[in-house]
């Protein structure tokens, strides 16, 4: 038996719109040019965010495991740590470049 952690559905568009902004600008930051939400139509982000369930989780305690490529080829593993250095997570690419 184990515990389900505590989850509650967020459909508010304010929450959404908050939250998706957020993530845009995080995964996008590294990128030349990035994309920011007012970039799209107003009326496309709208339809979107229709379609859109947040959940919100709250997590009582956390397990992780590393999957830093190890089990690929050498040159496949040292191209890969190559990259995440190159995207700026330096400990990660040396970490990745180290596993084996």
């Not at 947040?54 to 040292?78: C, H, M, P, W, Y």
């Amino acid at each position: 038996m184990f515990d389900l952690p505590s989850a509650t559905l967020k459909n508010d568009e304010r929450f959404l719109r908050g939250l998706l902004a957020r993530l845009t600008r995080h995964h996008e930051q590294s990128e030349p040019k990035p994309w920011k939400m007012g970039d799209a139509p107003s009326d496309y982000i709208a339809n979107m965010l229709k379609k859109i369930v947040g959940i919100e989780i709250t997590i009582d305690s956390l397990v992780f495991k590393r999957k830093l490529s190890q089990n690929r080829e050498e040159a496949d593993r040292l191209n890969a740590a190559k990259v995440v250095k190159e995207k700026g997570h330096i400990e990660l690419g040396d970490h990745m470049r180290n596993v084996c």
